[in-house]
């Protein structure tokens, strides 16, 4: 059976796949792989190795406080969302009676 999104593509292989099941199948994967030996874990010395390279490309952006706190702030408002999702509240940031997004979201939205 083919699965069409509202773009007009099918879903095929993993993306057909509920996102519970990708999750697991990714869970299993990651498991096999550290019981192999074979996956890797970033040390803090690889990180800032990492970090330290995108800086001297010129591809890591550098954010001010400001930016800083409303990223912070619109991904912890996400995560609250998400879990709202799976379990009491419509769980999508807009108001479920007007379908507009909640002031705050929009608020947050437009300084992004």
């Known amino acids: ?62 954010f001010t406080a400001a930016e800083a706190r409303l990223a912070g702030r619109k991904g912890g408002l996400a995560r609250a969302r998400n879990r709202r999702v799976n379990g009491n509240g419509n769980g999508n940031g807009v108001s479920a009676e007007t379908h507009e997004p909640s002031a705050e979201m929009a608020d947050i939205s437009a300084r992004l």
């Open 1 to 62: 059976m083919d699965i069409t999104t509202s773009t007009n593509q099918s879903r095929r292989g993993f993306a057909s796949v509920s996102k519970e099941r990708q999750r697991e199948i990714a869970r299993r994967g990651g498991q096999a792989a550290h019981e192999k030996g074979t996956a890797h874990e970033f040390n803090s010395e690889e990180a800032s190795l990492a970090a330290r390279k995108g800086h001297e490309r010129g591809t890591a952006h550098e």
